[in-house]
């Protein structure tokens, strides 16, 4: 339950008012309202023009989720991300990983250290200016009720017919939907065009290359995909990290191999970084968690 709530959260504040257009129920909307504990800055500070992408700050954060008072989600993070990199968060189930993405979205306060984007503490920045300059991959990708199109105009309401398809070629959508019945036109969603769990991913990530945010958070989805599907997702999760900063929830080896840093994260710590080749050398827990995750040997 943890999990399905805190992914509709990370949805929730971006796509909140597409779910109560495309229908969520009363009770859904009450969830996700009753949760913004978070209060807008009085004069709120501008964040900064970026080129090559956010840099991303944590300072001696610490977090506990309101409901559990006793547990730190997060303990002593400290952590820098520069312009342009991409750096991944593994470790086991509960470790905090979606919380890191949590407070950068500020859907909640630190009780300690800080969250700084582009050298601004998100809690000075309005949550609009915050949340527009972050772009989501949630693990699960919601399709709503309408055409593919429009669909994937949700990344950015004000982009022309051709720059989403310019957004779908990069995310390697474009073909499957020229395929469907309508191409662009078809009707997606439940009464429409069932996709598979590749397709709908693509969907997703062409909404964040649409968007174009300088900062990436990517929570990658651990379900199975058939070989061509898997090829495809990882070159469109390519093309929407280039040229940005991205922050990845890693389920993947491809994924883990190409980012710059790993971060390796345990009860709510941050507790090795390195690069993949550097990290298994090591033979920590990184090592014992990429033996599991995909099936590497560990050094002995
Ligand atoms: P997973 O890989 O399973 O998604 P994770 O590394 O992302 O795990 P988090 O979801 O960040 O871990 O969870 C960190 C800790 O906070 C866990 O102990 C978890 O049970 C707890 N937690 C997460 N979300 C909430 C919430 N909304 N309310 C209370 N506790 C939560």
Redesign the pocket.
Known sequence: V??L??SV?VLSEVYGDLLRAAGATERLMELLAARSPVAEPTSPRPLPPTERGSRVAFNGLRFH????PQ?A??ADIDLEVKPGETVA?V??????????F?LLLRFYDAEAGSVRVDGVDVREASLQSLRERIGIVPQDSVIFSTSALENIRYGRPGATDDEVIAAAKAAFAHEFIMALPQGYQSFLGERGVRLSGGQRQRISIARAILKNPPLLLLDEATSALDAESERMVQAALEAAMAHRTTLV?AHRLATVQQADRIVV?ES?RIVDQGTHAELIERGGLYARLAAMQFGLESPA
């Open positions: 943890i999990v709530i805190s959260a989720y309101p409901s559990r547990t989600a997060l968060l470790g086991p189930s509960g470790a905090g990983k979606s919380t890191v949590q929830i994260m709510g």
